[in-house]
């Protein structure tokens, strides 16, 4: 059978995960398709000691709804602290960070130094140290073109598929038309600045939430979801570690009038509303005021290395189109090599329902890995009625994840 395919519009790690909120959370959605399963009568109740959060210093970075032209509906996020990762960590956990990873352009600066990633409805912003010159040589390099500068930063764009990317002192900010709902770069270092309004600044339940979550090694913010009750409410989840144990802690923030009862939410729990890793133990549910917050423990587990399915690379796609469409060309701008067997394309027709046909894309290369440089043509003659083209990284089965995705209807700036 063929795997589920993400169409071009929402194909987004990010956006799958918290979209589900308080449904089924997909287990590494963006590729294996299987659902965690639900905690069912097994799961241990019992007081946990868990690490607070740190500081929500990624709240800089997040523009209130009304400071933008059209306000969403529903805000959302990610934040990671990326570190060198523990093959022994959850399994979720590993493959949200590589996931984190691969949607982004490189730069030049390597995931491990990030200091922190924050990544938006808005964009996505990278801090960390690194030199100012490189960084701009490694995007120029890539294929974008020097557009101008706001504020302090030198803003750069392409539009084989729409992206911008600003650099200023420790900061880089990154929009694209595949990975952002609504990409507003400006608005989003504005509100870094202090010159917009941020959304803990306006809100008190989001405020409240955030301040609850804290920071965290990985979090997941939706401020419009359905809770395992079926009671609307903002969500945070995260991973937080203390030596050789991982915990799990979502937080639920309530109207006053619509927080649940404890023993509501541990039996919707038990039913399989929100899921958790496969790997949680005991778990503790508290509920104070309009926060409900259910804490899993999760140990470390054998794993000395990383699967390969989430051994996923960092790197700058880019794409060129012939004048009249029937012939495709992907290039490795920047970034890590990638195993030349791994890679594989997949078109977008209206007749697939969802499915996902992986195709070689580099299997008459000569070399076993793709590096910066390297290019491959893909022949849409006989697929004219093709509207989008995916690059797919899969290690077999189906395990996959969709790196790069060109829309050939067209679309809009980023």
């Known amino acids: ?39 069912g009568g097994n799961q241990r109740y019992g007081r946990l000691t868990v690490p607070s959060g740190g500081d929500p210093a990624y709240r800089r970075w997040l523009p209130a709804p009304t400071s933008v032209e059209s306000p969403p509906d529903r805000y959302s996020f990610a934040t990671v602290q990326p570190t060198a990762p523990r093959p022994d960590a959850p399994e979720e956990f590993i493959a949200r960070r ?25 964009g996505t912003v990278i801090e960390a140290s690194f030199d100012r010159t490189q960084v701009t040589q490694t995007i120029t390099d890539s294929g974008y073109e020097r557009t101008g500068q706001y504020r302090d930063y030198v803003v750069f764009a392409r539009s084989d598929v729409p992206r911008r990317v600003a650099v200023g002192d420790g900061v880089v900010v990154w929009t694209s038309v595949q990975q952002h709902d609504q990409p507003k770069l400006e608005a989003v270092i504005d509100a870094g600045a202090g010159e917009r309004p941020r959304y803990h600044e306006e809100n008190a339940r989001f405020e409240q ?68 890793t496969t790997e949680a133990e005991t778990f503790d549910v508290q509920i104070d005021g309009s926060l409900a917050t259910v804490e899993a423990q999760v140990p470390f587990n054998s794993n000395t290395e990383i699967a390969p399915e989430y051994d996923l690379p960092q790197v700058t796609w880019g794409v060129t189109q012939d004048a009249d469409a029937t012939r495709v060309t992907f290039r ?44 491959a043509t893909v022949d849409l003659s006989d697929h004219l009625d093709a509207e989008g083209i995916s690059l797919v990284y899969s290690t077999g089965g ?5 790196l790069f995705t060109v829309d050939l209807r067209g679309e809009t700036d980023a």
């Open 398 to 402: 189906t395990h996959f994840h969709v």
């Open 332 to 375: 490795h701008e920047a970034g890590e090599s990638v195993s030349a067997d791994r890679l594989y394309y997949d078109l977008d027709r209206p007749e697939d329902f969802g499915e996902l046909e992986k195709q070689p894309l580099w299997s008459d290369s000569d070399d076993d890995s793709v590096s910066p440089g390297a290019e």
């Open 1 to 39: 059978m063929s795997p589920q395919r993400h169409r071009p519009s929402n194909d987004r790690t990010r956006r799958q995960l918290l979209a589900a909120g308080g449904a089924a959370l997909p287990l590494l959605t963006a590729g294996c398709l299987s659902s965690l399963p639900p905690l």
């Open 209 to 276: 939430l955030t301040t609850a979550a804290g920071g965290n090694a990985h979090l997941l913010v939706n401020t419009d979801i359905h809770d395992p009750t079926g009671r609307p409410a903002m969500l945070a989840d995260a991973f937080r570690f203390d030596g050789e144990t991982a915990y799990q802690v979502v937080t639920y923030h309530y109207e006053n009038d619509r927080v649940p009862a404890e023993s509501a939410l541990k039996q919707a729990l038990k039913e399989g509303g929100y899921r958790f």
């Open 98 to 122: 590589a996931y984190s990873k691969a949607n982004i352009n490189y730069f030049g600066i390597g995931f491990e130094n990030y200091d922190l990633l924050v990544d938006s409805i808005f």
